[in-house]
């Protein structure tokens, strides 16, 4: 390995290019700062804003006393839901339930197809009218709105318009996973705030932002994996350490609103300088339908648009219509009602279920998971129950700094009956005579 150059931008290209021809693999430390600016006769402060370059670009990772090593690219990591053909009871893969999920064959029947060109407006105007008063009671004005190819790429979009490799961002701990692995793949560093039965923590969010946090992502119902959701006197909270950092990037992730039955609190402070409110149909329309709007300000909605332009990756205006006509037809939203009232009914047999044999998930609960607190590592757990015969999902995965141990149960899918079987053979795993 022979690093060369005299600048840091001369350094910065030679340790770039040996990672490219192989002669630097990920994993292998770099000289120190002060062995390397000997070595080339140059300053400390040279090779530190060379090594500072190569973190930000994803090239590099610093690892306190370990000093500065070559990044690996990032593995896929979990994903939510499960192959098809399992054998086991699915009550681990956070899926809606097929048989709620409104027929789309019909949806473009009541506004027939029309084909668009280059240079029409990115998000059809109808749609636009029909959701703007439903985000725009619920965030700061003015703001615009676009479209993403869900919730996850509106978050992937709006952290890479603000932040570069290396930046921090404040997310709930346990997380999703998918966002977990965004900011992985982005080379984005999560920094956890705990997460109780009323949500987020104002004091961790505190403690996060004094470390740097460049960006938050809140969940403010239905949070995955727990269930949990804001209550006013929480997001009151949240809302007043925001209002401190008011050059912080804050993404709201409701991305339940459409079948949620606890009620929307917002955390955006009005002074916030950039901020977006997310919502997605995949719940309700099915994750294959890969539609979210994307309330925002003007400059946040220019970034995205950027992006988002006729000729690029927009949203495709057949998807738009499928969302328009659903979202309208009295059948469709009969049919949302029937799935939001079947997947309270779930939540709450499944927990008394569980608490008839003394286990007590997290209350109250929303969304399509609840969440079981172990007082241990879960895969012993889960590698019973799946000889049982059910598929849940391990704690630990969900976790960015704590170990995260309990156990997510996905009910979408849940009938009374399963529930208590379910409880039984939990107990007896967890409580072997």
């Known amino acids: 390995m022979r690093i060369v150059g005299k600048t840091s931008a001369e350094i910065f290209d030679s340790i770039r290019s040996l990672t490219q021809t192989g002669a630097l693999v990920p994993g292998q430390a770099l000289p120190t700062v002060r062995e390397l600016a000997a070595k080339l006769g140059v300053n400390r402060n040279t090779v530190s804003m060379a090594y500072r370059r190569l973190v930000n670009g994803g090239i590099a990772v610093t690892q306190g006393r370990l000093g500065t090593v070559i990044r690996g690219l990032p593995g896929a990591g979990e994903q939510e839901g499960v192959a098809p053909g399992s054998p086991l009871i699915d009550l681990g893969s956070g899926n809606p339930n097929p048989n709620l999920l409104p027929d789309i064959r019909t949806a473009l029947v009541r506004r027939p197809y029309r084909p668009r ?235 008394k279920a569980l608490a008839g044999q003394g286990l007590n998930v997290w209350d109250p609960a929303d969304g399509l998971n609840l969440w079981l607190p172990l007082r241990g590592a879960s895969a012993s757990a889960a590698s019973a129950l799946a000889r049982h015969g059910w598929m849940v999902r391990g704690g630990e995965i969900f976790g960015v700094q704590t170990s995260s141990h309990g156990l997510r149960i996905t009910i979408s899918t849940l009938d009374e009956g399963a529930a208590h079987a379910f409880a039984l053979d939990l107990r007896h795993v967890l409580e072997p005579t």
């Not at 996973?177 to 560093?189: D, F, P």
């Not at 004094?210 to 949990?228: D, E, L, M, S, Y």
């Not at 988002?308 to 495709?316: D, E, I, P």
Request: glycine residues 6%; aromatic residues 6%; contains cysteine.
């Open 117 to 351: 060109l280059y240079g029409e407006s990115p998000v059809d105007p109808d749609l636009e009218d029909m959701v703007r008063p439903w985000l725009g009671r619920d965030c700061p004005t003015p703001f615009e709105i676009n479209l993403t190819h869900g919730s996850v790429d509106a978050v992937e979009r709006l952290l890479s318009a603000y932040l570069v490799a290396g930046d921090k961002v404040a997310v709930e701990d346990p997380c999703f996973i998918s966002s977990v692995n965004t900011l992985r793949t982005a080379g984005l560093q999560a920094i956890g705030v705990a997460v109780d039965q009323q949500g987020m923590s104002a004091d961790a969010l505190a403690c996060a932002l004094a470390q740097g946090a460049k960006a938050v992502i809140v969940t403010p119902r239905a949070h995955n994996p727990t269930g949990c959701s804001l209550d006013s006197e929480r997001a009151h909270a949240l809302r007043s350490v925001l209002a401190c950092y008011p050059h912080v990037l804050v993404i709201v992730d409701d991305h339940f609103s459409l079948l949620a039955e606890s009620s929307y609190h917002d955390v955006i402070p009005p002074m916030v300088g950039h901020w977006a409110l997310v919502r997605s149909v995949s719940k309700t329309l099915g994750p294959d339908l890969r539609v979210a709007f994307v309330a925002s300000d003007r400059e946040t909605s220019r970034h995205l648009r950027l992006h988002l332009a006729r000729g690029t990756n927009w949203v495709s205006h057949v998807l738009q219509d499928i969302v328009l006509a659903c979202m309208t037809r009295p059948q469709a939203r009969d049919r949302m009602k029937e799935a939001r009232v079947s997947y309270a009914r779930c939540r709450s047999v499944m927990a």
